[in-house]
């Protein structure tokens, strides 16, 4: 088992939807990053979390740290969000971060 | 401030070739990462420099992968001889560990294909 675990692996929706990215993780962490990835391969850092939630424009990410879980919503989704979207967990320990597989998204016109 | 920066953005090579990829960090960031990220899969750790030392390089395929940080300031990868699932693409990130736990500032990528 992964220790980090994204979910969905795919998101189709369309353009204006809400979306919701899950992430559960396993270890201890300080911190919990949201990243974007392109088509290109360049990484985005969208955010980075240790406690509560945060919003950038449409993007609102959420940390429940009891639970070990985190989300990361999209309001009025559009074709440009289409992308990858990776959790990552920075351990507690070190300055390691364990990288979830990511979920591909794709918002269709 | 400028970002990570990293060269060439893609790379084909055929199987058994060499190839380098060079990163250049934030300034003053001491701390500098290679990841490999096959398609479909999250960046893998590569190699870990503190300054000119490495931290850790658990993952590095040793055997044909080699990474340098003479001076503590750029970095490069090397991949001798490459085989065909070496095709990724390799994100170089750097930190300065005074931005907080975990703070990592990636470059754009190096998409290689090995055929």
């Known amino acids: 088992k992964n220790e980090v675990e994204q979910s969905p692996q795919n998101l189709t929706a369309q353009e204006g939807e809400f979306i919701t990215i899950n992430c559960s993780y396993s270890?201890?962490?300080?911190?919990l990053h949201w990243l974007q990835q392109h088509p290109g391969g360049g990484i985005v850092s969208l955010f980075m979390?240790?406690?509560g939630k945060k919003k950038h424009g449409r993007l609102i990410a959420t940390i429940n740290i009891q639970e070990k879980h985190s989300s990361l919503h999209i309001t009025a989704s559009h074709p440009r969000d289409s992308a990858v979207y990776i959790c990552?967990?920075?351990?507690?320990?070190?300055?390691?971060?364990?990288f979830g597989k990511g979920t591909r998204l794709h918002i269709l016109p | 401030e400028a970002g990570v920066a990293q060269s060439p953005r893609y790379k084909i090579i055929e199987k058994r070739q060499s190839v380098a990829f060079w990163c250049n960090p934030i300034?003053?960031?001491?701390?500098l990462y290679w990841y490999q990220q096959i398609l479909g899969q999250g960046p893998k750790l590569l190699i870990q420099?503190?300054?000119?030392?490495?931290?850790?390089d658990s993952q590095l395929p040793k055997d044909r992968f080699s990474a340098e940080r003479l001076k503590g300031v750029d970095s490069t990868l090397k991949i001798q001889p490459a085989k065909l699932e070496d095709s990724a693409v390799y994100l170089c990130?750097?930190?300065?560990?005074?931005?907080?736990?975990?703070?990592?500032?990636f470059g754009p990528g190096t998409r290689l294909l090995v055929l």
């Open positions: 300034s003053g960031h001491a701390t």
């Open positions: 990552a967990a920075a351990s507690g320990r070190d300055d390691k971060i364990i």
């Open positions: 270890v201890g962490i300080s911190a």
């Open positions: 420099f503190q300054n000119n030392g490495v931290v850790d």
């Open positions: 979390l240790s406690s």
């Open positions: 990130a750097s930190s300065s560990g005074t931005s907080g736990p975990g703070t990592q500032y």
